[in-house]
């Protein structure tokens, strides 16, 4: 497996125009990683983007739509994370354990901001529980498309399904909060192995 390295909220290379954009949540991550979400201010966002308030306001309307940006952002990153460090033409049951190794270790690299971006990120109401959805539908294609569409081997006969999928990512989240609740979310690596096998356990009853 290729090693991959990413911060968790390091959004890809702005396109022309959307420098200020990337900024903001940069500086959206910094300040939430310092302050936590509640405590921190526009005043703060814009100050570690180095970007003006009126700057602030063209980009985002508040703070909450900032912050389901920066959350979008992260999960994306975090995705990407974990696509390329799949090896299609491996053992798929040595690739789910080092694909969820590269994922947890993204997750964890920014404990403060991960609290912010899994448990705040519902405060927001309906909106923020849309971002959540789309994150966790995203996680659950890549599942779909790596155990179904493996290159060199035959269709499954019985092939993950969309359901099946999801109750795997739901159940990764759900390991997830436990371990921001118990303050442990800098030792996400523990969760590799429950992620795998739940995993593994998953792919196997679909045969």
């Not at 927001?124 to 966790?136: K, Q, V």
């Not at 790596?146 to 099946?164: A, D, F, H, I, Y």
């Not at 969760?191 to 009853?205: D, F, G, N, Q, Y």
Request: proline share 5%; aromatic share 4%.
């Amino acid at each position: 497996m290729r090693e991959v390295t990413a911060p968790i909220a390091t959004p890809a290379a702005p396109a022309a125009g959307t420098e200020h954009r990337a900024r903001l949540l940069e500086g959206m991550a910094r300040a939430v990683a310092a302050k936590g979400y509640a405590d921190t201010t526009i005043a703060d966002i814009v100050r570690e983007a180095s970007v003006s308030r009126r700057t602030f306001y063209e980009n985002f309307a508040d703070k909450a739509e900032c912050l389901t940006a920066l959350y979008e952002a992260a999960s994306g990153n975090a995705i990407a994370v974990l696509r390329a460090a799949i090896d299609p033409h491996s053992d798929w049951e040595a690739q789910v354990e080092q694909a969820m190794a590269a994922y947890f270790g993204v997750l964890a690299r920014n404990p403060v901001l991960l609290r912010t971006l899994f448990i705040d990120i519902l405060g927001l109401g309906p909106t923020g529980l849309a971002a959540r959805r789309r994150a966790n539908q995203q996680l659950a294609d890549l599942m779909l498309d790596v155990v179904n569409n493996r290159p060199g081997e035959s269709k499954r006969k019985t092939p993950l399904q969309p359901m099946m999928a999801m109750a795997v990512v739901g159940g990764i989240n759900e390991m997830v909060l436990q371990s921001i609740e118990q303050d442990r979310a800098g030792q996400l690596q523990e969760l590799v192995e429950p992620a795998s096998t739940l995993l593994r356990a998953a792919i196997s009853a679909e045969f």
